[in-house]
């Protein structure tokens, strides 16, 4: 699905130089490197603070912590979704409360956010999935109202833009804390874990940065109850470098997804992406809906092909074993439910070709002719 050999061919001299650099001096935790590719991302996302961090599910345990949330609290996301956020949410002890996705966007449904907020509630994590963002406006207008904290998890969407009062801003940027994943597949990903948390709230972030570091204050003074959860060097170093040439990965993707949509274009069995108004696209994946069930029979079909292709997400999480305690029964999120049955991800990412592209939807052609 991600070509990583290429990618990082790309910049293999680079690459090598800060590597060699940080093995040279020899300060693998909390070295030199941390302190800048932290702020160099502050500087590209616009935030006065960041916090590098071990993963994008310690950036939102992180987040949750920050926030002084308390066992029994209510926070809502969606359930066609990745676990990390729920699972973030059910360690800490408070209580994961499902919504249901726009149909076109996969993101969350504002009007089943407000039928889910209830006097429990005390915070909301926004998924911008895939690439696109949420409705900010409508979703911090909720908040507002209802005296809610926002979460945005923003792993799969970092460098889309987003119009927030009639101003375009980074996305995760928005809410009263952000938050992302360093995964090697994501728009920006490192050669192995890493996360971030980032908010323009010093007081909140001087609490993230103490809580990812055992809560420490000052060194062995222990203010809060915290975790161990660092960005190491190596990791950074390469982060610092790749992050040099996001404005032209995020480009060379979305030149991919224009060339999936000028191939597809017309296929009465597939869905292609829709980007809304307030948002821009960065296709961390290119997600078609397969539709009259026939989805996994073309999964099967590029496979025989040698093309990659991935179901994001074959189950929702309200149905799934971890979070049977809740007492989700299908039917509760038709549309999760629904999409979970015709959500294919075809392969997209900065290295993928034209000739590539085209040989994937030709065959994606040859399978609807064939019936």
């Known amino acids: 699905m991600v070509d990583l050999v290429s990618q990082h061919e790309a910049c293999k001299i680079e690459l090598d130089t800060a590597i060699q650099k940080v093995l040279a001096h020899g300060a693998f935790i909390n070295g030199p490197e941390v302190k800048?590719?932290?702020?160099?991302?502050?500087?590209?996302?616009?935030?006065?603070?960041?916090?590098?961090?071990?993963?994008?599910?310690?950036?939102?345990?992180?987040?949750?912590?920050?926030?002084?949330?308390?066992?029994?609290?209510?926070?809502?996301t969606t359930s066609f979704n990745y676990v990390a956020g729920a699972e973030a949410v059910a360690l800490l002890g408070m209580i994961p409360v499902f919504a249901e996705v726009n149909?076109?966007?996969?993101?969350?449904?504002?009007?089943?956010?407000?039928?889910?907020?209830?006097?429990?509630?005390?915070?909301?994590?926004?998924?911008?999935?895939f690439g696109q963002a949420c409705d900010m406006d409508e979703i911090m207008a909720l908040a507002d109202k209802h005296h809610l904290?926002?979460?945005?998890?923003?792993?799969?969407?970092?460098?889309?833009?987003?119009?927030?009062?009639?101003?375009?801003?980074?996305?995760g940027t928005i809410g009263h804390i952000g938050t992302t994943s360093f995964f090697p597949t994501k728009n920006l990903g490192c050669m192995g874990d890493g996360g971030a948390v980032f908010s323009?709230?010093?007081?909140?972030?001087?609490?993230?940065?103490?809580?990812?570091?055992?809560?420490?204050g000052q060194r062995y003074e222990f203010q809060r109850i915290g975790i161990n959860s660092r960005l190491d060097t190596i990791q950074a170093a390469i982060l610092d470098v790749k992050l040099k040439s996001l404005k032209d990965s995020l480009e060379k993707r979305k030149k991919g997804a224009d060339k999936y949509f000028e191939l597809l274009s017309g296929i009465k069995n597939i869905e292609l992406p829709f980007t809304q108004s307030f948002s821009n696209h960065t296709?961390?994946?290119?997600?078609?809906?397969?539709?009259?069930?026939?989805?996994?029979?073309?999964?099967?079909?590029?496979?025989?092909?040698?093309?990659?292709?991935?179901?994001?997400?074959?189950?929702?999480?309200?149905?799934?074993?971890?979070?049977?305690?809740?007492?989700?029964?299908?039917?509760?999120f038709l549309v999760s439910e629904q999409l979970c049955e015709q959500v294919l991800a075809l392969p997209i990412h900065p290295e993928l070709s034209g000739e590539q592209i085209l040989y994937i939807t030709d065959r994606i052609k040859d399978f609807f002719h064939a019936r």
């Not at 039928?115 to 998924?127: D, E, L, P, R």
């Not at 926002?150 to 996305?171: C, F, H, M, P, R």
């Not at 809906?289 to 074959?314: F, G």
């Open 200 to 216: 323009n709230d010093e007081a909140l972030m001087n609490k993230c940065k103490s809580i990812s570091s055992h809560g420490q």
């Open 36 to 76: 800048t590719f932290g702020q160099n991302l502050s500087d590209y996302l616009n935030v006065k603070q960041l916090v590098p961090c071990a993963n994008g599910t310690d950036a939102l345990q992180i987040a949750l912590m920050a926030l002084d949330l308390k066992p029994g609290d209510e926070v809502i």
């Open 283 to 332: 296709y961390n994946q290119f997600v078609i809906k397969v539709l009259h069930n026939q989805r996994d029979s073309l999964k099967q079909y590029l496979s025989d092909h040698q093309i990659p292709s991935m179901i994001y997400y074959p189950k929702p999480l309200h149905l799934q074993p971890a979070y049977a305690y809740l007492n989700g029964k299908m039917g509760d």
């Open 149 to 171: 904290y926002v979460i945005e998890d923003n792993a799969q969407s970092l460098g889309t833009e987003v119009n927030y009062k009639g101003k375009w801003q980074k996305a």
């Open 103 to 129: 149909t076109q966007s996969f993101n969350l449904d504002i009007s089943s956010l407000e039928k889910h907020i209830t006097s429990k509630t005390k915070a909301i994590i926004v998924v911008h999935l």
